[in-house]
């Protein structure tokens, strides 16, 4: 039972040269295209800064719903939030590359333009980074509580450890609630500064949650095959399904009254953002952004032979992590870059990143046990029927 | 004279763990009835429903109809352009497809579900025990002539053996 992960080196070196890989094209990046560099580094970053966040928000979800099936599995949510400190740092970076995404941060465009002037005090760049740096460390506390709390349960068996855990985790949701929301106001709406969503905060927060469901069922069922995880059965893949269909339709339903209400309404500072996405070349990510984060795992999960099948798991949880991924450069790109252009810039920034998050998600899953010990639904989970 | 064996748990484990006897040991169950859908009834007694079927079928009847409806509509019959919308707005057309799906999905699905099961207004229905229409977990065993009276002895011990509060020849 207290069996941890343990890394082969062969993976570690390969990891770590995935990592290098991204840091050269990073170097590379900024000497030729240092705009585009610098807006794929903000993808990246927000990528994996919305997986942790979805992936403890899965944590404190069950933590406060007391849910039993998922209790063997809720180290893997910790190892994410790990991840946590290493987001915090690669995105204070971004204070080399305002300029090159936010068109609100260049100075003296605020005199030009009254709508920034009105959003100045607080879109500005100390301000921006004030609350980055509040943001990180109130969920790095909140993150490393919890974790702390969990791993000191494996000591001593005593409910209390149980009760505390869910009372951090009411306070943590409270928290991301508000900081999230702040977040993506900050990081990806004002990119496009005259353009403003009000359901724009709980789109990306939801489609964070999406895809990090779909991360951990991934984590776990490739931990499954390498034979860790050895009581997972065919429940616990169907409640992981069940997961990540809610959350499609919860996604779907999200993405398409944002895009319903600017249609509707027709005002024309809202809707030159979809004007611009469903034009030229961004039309096929229009579509494609859809297909994959909604149609594809919606067909596929709905009928009942699919939905507990680990291959169909595998090959939805893929689709999901390149659909974020689309998502995202739909959000992003048309504001900050201008262009819709995929090269080697895009994949070995992306790469790299992602190289990075697997080195210390799986690093972290080696040093804390890989399944609770006195978790008092360990017993429910395990005998999950 | 009775015609049926009903166990009467309390416990949705300890029925289950009934149910799986009985199957080894061979016997029809007739019916089992609980306060809310245990998946597990389903495997024992190999039941199969094609109802989830029949709702998606509805539902995209539902959502066709509607969608063609709404374009005869306002493209075929009225072409009236409001809002400085195209006649044939698909957003707005998915909105009230969406919710027609809906519409037809429920309401076919429990028409067909009352057909199915040959329920009716009025119709008069023997209930065994009030606890059925409770919060009981009952396993019910039809009566028949070429069970021998040492396999109802069976029956009710293993009822009685796997935890039920009451064991019933009705």
Known sequence: MDENYSVSPTFKFIILGIVFVGIITIGLGLYINPEKTWANFLLSNYYFISIIVGATFFLAIQYITQSGWSAMFIRIPHAIGMYMPVAAITILFLIFGMHSIYHWSIPGVAEHSPEIEHKSPYLNIPFFFIRLVIIFALWILMTWLLRKTSLKEDHESNLKYFYKSEYYSKIYIFILAITFSLLTFDLIMSIDVYWFSTVFAVKNFVSGFYHAVSVITLIVILLNRNGYFRDLNKTHLRYFSRYIFILGIIWAYLWFIQYLLIWFANIQEETIYYVIRTEGKWKTFFFLNIILNWAIPFSILLPARTNANKLVLIFISIILIIGHWVDLYLQIMPGSVGEFNIGYIEIGVFAGFSGLFIFIVSRALGRIPLIPKNHPYLGESINLH | ?170
Do not use: Q
């Open chain 2, 1 to 170: 004279m009775n015609t049926a064996i009903l166990g009467i748990y309390e416990d949705e484990d300890l029925m289950i763990s009934a149910l799986k006897r009985i199957r080894d040991e061979k016997m029809e169950i007739s019916e089992v009835f609980t306060p809310y859908p245990v998946h597990e009834v389903f495997k024992i007694l190999k039941r199969k429903t094609r109802l989830p079927l029949a709702t998606f079928l509805f539902s995209s009847l539902g959502a066709i109809l509607t969608y063609l409806f709404l374009y005869w509509a306002s493209v075929l019959s009225y072409p009236l352009i409001f809002g400085g919308k195209p006649l044939h707005s698909i957003p707005s057309f998915i909105l009230i497809s969406f919710v027609m799906m809906i519409f037809f999905g429920v309401f076919l699905s429990v028409i067909a579900f009352l057909v199915r099961s040959k329920l009716y207004p009025g119709k008069k229905v023997k209930i065994h025990d009030l606890r059925i229409t409770d919060n009981a977990f009952v396993i019910l065993i039809d009566k028949k002539p070429e069970m021998s009276s040492d396999d109802i002895k069976l029956l009710n011990s293993i009822l009685k053996e796997h935890g039920a509060i009451e064991v019933l020849e009705k």
